[in-house]
């Protein structure tokens, strides 16, 4: 185990072996195994946004085998999707890639400005299929947000019980939240945080933005000339806000953007500012199969790096 793993899993005393050595699996996997660094391919998609949506850009990944075989061949520290998926390849794929089992998902079917997501797997379903993790997506704003509160408190119990590490997709939306604010700085560390407390293994948000939402947090960020400015500066404070860096946070890749260059450089800011690595999906899994290993190959690059 290297130096920089064993400094990360130093963070996680409080949790039992189990947790640990699967957090230890997900660190050491991959490309990025033993630098510390985590790449994840999840798909949530489908459920999440619709099928067409999902999968219409690169027909093959209609197929649930695409996806295992992407993250294998790519190099992924983890693959992370819903129940159907994972029970669809896990026996041909078992052994090959860690896997985390999304537990809760939720659909667009009707207007989401609250989203409020339905529990579609369980801790025991994460065991049956052979998973390092469960996987859960909060959303801090939302009007119903005391209830994902309540059930990953309860989810995270078990699973911890288990032996399993959690990750925690925390997304601010809702309420009286503006769409700016769901990335905005203030709001963006304040999920971290929220997901720290709720006992989260691993954080996913969103790369933050300059903007400040919250009227009374804007007067602190400017009292106290908390860094903005740059991406690298926003990274560090949510890594900051996490814990001081005692837990991992990660980062969404977003939707599909054509221009890659400017992905590029958002991981590095990623980088740069402490950040632990990304979470990417439509950025990966949209784009023909070459042309996915190739971005892959860059973005694992970036995070070694040589680039």
Excluded at 76 to 92: T, W
Excluded at 108 to 134: F, H, N, Y
Excluded at 135 to 164: C, F, H, M, V, W
């Amino acid at each position: 185990m290297t130096e920089r793993v064993r400094e990360i899993l130093n963070g996680y005393q409080s949790e039992n072996p189990g947790v640990l050595t699967n957090l230890a699996r997900l660190l050491n996997h991959g490309r990025l195994g033993g630098t510390g660094k985590l790449v994840i391919l999840p798909v949530d998609q489908g459920f999440e946004h619709g099928p067409a949506r999902s999968f219409a850009p690169n027909p093959p990944s209609y197929d649930p085998h695409y996806h295992f075989q992407l993250a294998i061949d790519a190099g992924c520290n983890a693959y992370a999707a819903p129940l159907g998926l994972l029970e669809a390849g896990a026996a041909e794929y078992a052994g090959q890639i860690p896997l985390i089992l999304k537990v809760n998902n939720h659909d667009v079917l009707q207007d989401e400005r609250d989203p409020l997501g339905a529990q579609t797997a369980s801790v025991a379903d994460a065991l049956r299929l052979g998973c390092v993790a469960i996987g859960y997506s909060i959303y801090p704003g939302t009007l119903e947000r005391r209830l994902q509160y309540e059930q990953l408190s309860k989810l995270t119990r078990e699973a911890k019980d288990a032996g399993l590490a959690v990750v925690v997709w925390s997304y601010a939306r809702g309420g009286t939240i503006s769409k700016e604010g769901e990335t905005a700085l203030d709001v963006v560390a304040y999920s971290a945080q929220i997901a720290c407390q709720l006992g989260a293994n691993i954080i996913k948000v969103k790369p933050p933005t300059e903007h400040l939402e919250q009227p009374e947090a804007k007067k602190v960020y400017e009292k106290y000339k908390i860094p903005r400015e740059t991406l690298e500066d926003r990274v560090r404070h949510v890594i900051q806000c996490s814990f001081n860096g005692k837990r991992i946070v990660i980062f969404s890749g977003g939707s599909k953007r054509e221009d890659e260059e400017s992905i590029f450089e958002e991981i590095r800011g990623i980088r740069d500012g402490g950040g632990f690595g990304s979470i990417m999906g439509r950025n990966t899994f949209q784009r023909e199969r070459k042309s996915a290993l190739q971005f892959l190959d860059k973005v694992m690059k970036i995070y070694e790096g040589k680039v």
